[in-house]
């Protein structure tokens, strides 16, 4: 899919953008309970745990966790979600000259 998209775009001279989120997983709201086990040498007050407020790298849910903020976001900004590939969004945008 994603090779029809770039040959289009070159075809039709549209410019296309790519680029990679550092710590994406890390942004992204979970939408469950998740608790942890604490580390060695931490020492919580008793009765105490640690509950996770956003996701985190190796969390099973993290990936669709931020895929999903992503999606909200760029839904929101006015791009259109390709039908057939969850992961390709497309902005069209009319340039007065």
Avoid: N
């Amino acid at each position: 899919m994603i090779r029809i998209i770039i040959a289009i775009a070159v075809q039709a001279g549209l410019t296309l953008y790519q680029f990679d989120i550092r710590g994406a997983f890390l942004c992204a709201p979970i939408d469950r309970e998740i608790y942890l086990k604490l580390p060695p040498g931490y020492s919580p007050p008793p009765g105490k745990t640690a509950k996770l407020r956003r996701s985190l790298y190796g969390l099973r849910q993290a990936p669709s966790a931020f895929h999903a903020l992503f999606e909200e976001w760029l839904l929101k900004y006015g791009f259109k979600q390709i039908r057939g590939d969850r992961v390709t969004f497309m902005l069209r945008r009319c340039l007065s000259v």
